[in-house]
């Protein structure tokens, strides 16, 4: 922050020098001068004159906490005094500014990268003040969260045997945690083993309706009931960093467009064999191309597509926040 010259007190400058055997500020022991630190009078400041212990005195009409360069406590105003000085600074946490605290204050006195500044930080799934996305779900200001849950398309892909559902889940957990994602733990794969299967597992999202959203935002389905019954509106082709698929890539699924199992058996033995005798219901993730695209959406192949070897392939997993 800027700072001003010492105000105007409307007093004769020699009147403030040193007296003979007297210091200004200090006091003399034994010879030898150690700085003391004289206290403001409470009732003198506000005086228009310059007394022991002020930095400034502009008067009592004058003297204010947010828009002078003189405090009420006759202070000269500075960033980093924990005073927000009206014109001149943004913010100020006093000792707290700092220039690498996500929504802080800089020790410029400006405020740093926070929620609704227009520009989509990394800690933010979404910013309200940027331009929208076309069907985007609604970003929440107050945090810069989606009002929606979360869905992605793993990164990594894996074989048809990871350690059943609770395997696929724990990898979508992992890669939730790793891309930084809110309520990483809730993530579950959208997958069956002919028994349980996503209709199902997803409790809180069946009880607690939101829309689901990739992470860039696109809005899948209004809700995990709509997504059962209607398909998805965008391709679920972003991983857990956001960043885009290419096409003709597979998911591991067994999961009817409804949410229901496909198969008492397309699911490499409960995705826990990889053996060549066994098959599994893949997805596809997208369709080779645009013109592919009206088909892809009409035969819900998203979720269900074809049956593929368990030891033959590597596929990757959908993964949707509860």
Same mark, same amino acid.
């Given at each position: 922050?800027?700072?001003?010259?010492?105000?105007?007190?409307?007093?004769?400058?020699?009147?403030?020098?040193?007296?003979?055997?007297?210091?200004?500020?200090?006091?003399?022991?034994?010879?030898?001068?150690?700085?003391?630190?004289?206290?403001?009078?409470?009732?003198?400041?506000?005086?228009?004159?310059?007394?022991?212990?002020?930095?400034?005195?502009?008067?009592?009409?004058?003297?204010?906490?947010?828009?002078?360069?003189?405090?009420?406590?006759?202070?000269?105003?500075?960033?980093?005094?924990?005073?927000?000085?009206?014109?001149?600074?943004?913010?100020?946490?006093?000792?707290?500014?700092?220039?690498?605290?996500?929504?802080?204050?800089?020790?410029?006195?400006?405020?740093?990268?926070?929620?609704?500044?227009?520009?989509?930080?990394?800690?933010?799934?979404?910013?309200?003040?940027?331009?929208?996305?076309?069907?985007?779900?609604?970003?929440?200001?107050?945090?810069?969260?989606?009002?929606?849950?979360?869905?992605?398309?793993?990164?990594?892909?894996?074989?048809?045997?990871?350690?059943?559902?609770?395997?696929?889940?724990?990898?979508?957990?992992? &890669? $939730?945690?790793?891309? %930084?994602?809110?309520?990483?733990?809730?993530?579950?794969?959208? +997958? #069956?083993?002919?028994? /349980?299967?996503?209709?199902?597992?997803?409790?809180?999202?069946?009880?607690?309706?939101?829309?689901?959203?990739?992470?860039?935002?696109?809005?899948?389905?209004?809700?995990?009931?709509?997504?059962?019954?209607?398909?998805?509106?965008?391709?679920?082709?972003?991983?857990?960093?956001?960043?885009?698929?290419?096409?003709?890539?597979?998911?591991?699924?067994?999961?009817?467009?409804?949410?229901?199992?496909?198969?008492?058996?397309?699911?490499?033995?409960?995705?826990?064999?990889?053996?060549?005798?066994?098959?599994?219901?893949?997805?596809?993730?997208?369709?080779?191309? &645009? $013109?592919?695209?009206? %088909?892809?959406?009409?035969?819900?192949?998203?979720?269900?597509? +074809? #049956?593929?070897?368990? /030891?033959?392939?590597?596929?990757?997993?959908?993964?949707?926040?509860?």
């Amino acid at each position: 922050m800027p700072t001003t010259g010492s105000p105007s007190t409307g007093l004769d400058p020699a009147s403030t020098a040193d007296e003979p055997g007297t210091s200004s500020g200090s006091t003399s022991t034994s010879g030898s001068e150690e700085a003391t630190t004289v206290a403001p009078d409470p009732e003198a400041c506000g005086n228009s004159v310059l007394d022991p212990g002020e930095q400034c005195d502009l008067g009592f009409g004058n003297n204010a906490d947010d828009s002078s360069p003189c405090t009420q406590a006759c202070q000269t105003a500075f960033c980093g005094d924990g005073l927000v000085w009206t014109g001149h600074e943004t913010c100020d946490l006093g000792p707290n500014n700092n220039d690498a605290t996500y929504g802080g204050c800089t020790q410029a006195c400006e405020w740093g990268p926070r929620c609704n500044d227009g520009i989509l930080q990394p800690e933010e799934e979404c910013d309200a003040s940027a331009e929208a996305l076309e069907g985007a779900v609604d970003c929440d200001p107050d945090n810069c969260r989606f009002k929606a849950r979360v869905a992605f398309v793993t990164a990594a892909t894996f074989s048809g045997a990871f350690g059943g559902l609770a395997g696929a889940d724990a990898a979508c957990v992992a &890669a $939730a945690l790793e891309a %930084g994602l809110d309520n990483a733990a809730a993530f579950q794969a959208w +997958l #069956s083993d002919g028994e /349980a299967a996503p209709a199902a597992r997803l409790v809180k999202a069946t009880k607690d309706p939101l829309p689901y959203a990739r992470r860039d935002g696109k809005q899948l389905a209004y809700s995990l009931a709509d997504l059962t019954t209607q398909g998805m509106d965008y391709p679920l082709d972003r991983t857990e960093y956001g960043l885009p698929l290419p096409p003709e890539q597979y998911a591991w699924t067994n999961v009817t467009p409804k949410g229901q199992p496909f198969s008492p058996t397309d699911h490499c033995q409960a995705w826990t064999s990889p053996s060549f005798k066994n098959t599994a219901r893949i997805g596809q993730i997208s369709p080779k191309s &645009a $013109a592919d695209l009206p %088909g892809w959406y009409i035969q819900t192949r998203w979720s269900s597509y +074809l #049956s593929r070897p368990c /030891a033959d392939d590597e596929q990757h997993l959908y993964c949707f926040e509860d």
